[in-house]
């Protein structure tokens, strides 16, 4: 366990913010300043708030001690994007390395098996924090909670995309067999998401596969817990430059090479004749964003019954009203 080396762990100081008004956390957007930020951090409110994260979500929250950050991963709402900056944070010359003892896919094996072996200890979760270092990450005045969250529905079209759509060829971890097992299908019939979207409807919190656990059941979005609580439509390379000059970073390694789940899916023979039968040709709809491609999607569904898009309102009902999020 990491922990051991945790408790003593020094944060990397910052550079020098001047002191302006405190910030209450109904103030905070996504133009707040860096002087407002490290204002919030030392905010007892913050405190409270960041020991209450660590505890209410300890096996999900990733922890860099030396940075004082706190980032709880939301699946497809930049995870990949994160882990990439998350390593360089660490850093930035490091080389892919193989440790025989990650076989994991989460994410905090994700980010420590392409560190070398000696920086592997620098990122933790936080259910390998002892309580006195929790305290006194929480109270150090850097600390700096963080989380990503992004459109119910959408979010659903990319893990289906991403997992189901393109059967065996679809990447690990997304519950395929699960998916196929409660709909009584084979592995070499194509899942339309109509039925996938029953599927996700009728599994509860507590067994539904990460990628379409609700982000306020995974991470407590909406809940008030964060500093910045990232908006991926809208705010997230600007959240994340504010959130590395907020720990001392520089800002300037945001963008990553990333293949969305749609241009994945296109890799895909069988995930394209998928998409085909249910949204036409391939011709009118590869170059449409991830907004347009899931509108169709959520459209292309038989006359009678509830709406496709209904279906998953219910399912997501507290995260639509916890973010604020709607479907048109």
């Not at 979500?57 to 900056?85: N, Q, R, Y």
């Not at 994945?264 to 590869?286: D, H, M, V, Y």
Request: glycine content about 8%; aromatic content about 6%; overall charge neutral.
């Amino acid at each position: 366990m990491w922990h051991a080396l945790v408790a003593s762990w020094p944060l990397r100081e910052p550079a020098h913010l001047a002191e302006p008004e405190s910030l209450h956390p109904k103030e905070r957007h996504s133009g707040t300043t860096l002087d407002e930020l490290r204002e919030f951090m030392r905010n007892k409110s913050s405190h409270k708030s960041c020991l209450k994260l660590l505890n209410d979500h300890a096996d999900e929250a990733l922890v860099l001690p030396e940075f004082g950050l706190i980032w709880c991963p939301t699946a497809k709402a930049g995870t990949t994007t994160m882990t990439s900056v998350l390593r360089r944070m660490i850093d930035p010359t490091s080389m892919p390395s193989v440790n025989p003892n990650i076989h994991s896919f989460s994410v905090a094996d994700r980010v420590r098996k392409k560190l070398k072996l000696a920086d592997q200890g620098r990122i933790v979760m936080a259910n390998e924090l002892n309580a006195t270092a929790r305290h006194q990450l929480c109270t150090s005045g850097r600390a700096l909670t963080f989380t990503i969250v992004r459109n119910p529905w959408e979010r659903l079209v990319s893990g289906y995309l991403g997992k189901i759509a393109a059967g065996r060829d679809g990447g690990p971890g997304g519950g395929l067999q699960d998916v196929l097992n409660w709909l009584g299908m084979d592995i070499d019939k194509p899942v339309p998401f109509r039925k996938f979207v029953r599927f996700v409807a009728n599994q509860s919190d507590e067994a539904i596969n990460v990628h379409y656990k609700p982000q306020s059941v995974r991470c407590g979005a909406g809940l008030n817990q964060y500093i910045i609580e990232s908006r991926l439509e809208t705010s997230f390379e600007d959240d994340v430059k504010l959130m590395l000059r907020a720990t001392g970073m520089s800002g300037d390694f945001v963008s990553e090479d990333h293949i969305a789940s749609a241009a994945r899916c296109l890799k895909s023979k069988f995930c394209t004749a998928n998409l085909e039968e249910q949204i036409g040709p391939k011709a009118t709809w590869e170059g449409d964003s991830s907004s347009e491609l899931s509108r169709k999607l959520y459209q292309a569904h038989p006359p009678g019954g509830d709406k496709l898009a209904d279906v998953v309102r219910r399912r997501y009902e507290n995260d639509a009203t916890l973010l604020g999020y709607t479907h048109s």
